[in-house]
């Protein structure tokens, strides 16, 4: 999985949530990139500008040891 995203443009693998909502309040709705999360070990971040032009925050997270994946919005929202 790693390999796929460090080929796509909108992957910044090290990049901090901080340092991708600065990039991102000059960009228009619609505007996303992801990146590791810095606190969870193989979770994956997703930011993106809202049509309201803030930011909002997504992590992804494998579930183990059973296959599949958690969503977890930046309110603490869960969906699996």
């Known amino acids: 999985v790693l390999i796929y995203l460090s080929k796509q443009p909108w992957f910044y693998a090290f990049m901090t949530r901080y340092e991708a909502e600065r990039w991102l309040a000059s960009q228009p709705p619609g505007t996303f990139l992801a990146h590791l999360h810095g606190d969870r070990t193989g979770a994956v971040a997703f930011e993106f500008v809202k049509n309201d032009s803030s ?5 992804v997270m494998c579930l183990f040891p059973e296959p599949g994946f958690q969503f977890r919005a930046r309110d603490g929202s869960m969906h699996a």
């Open 55 to 59: 930011i909002g925050s997504m992590d």
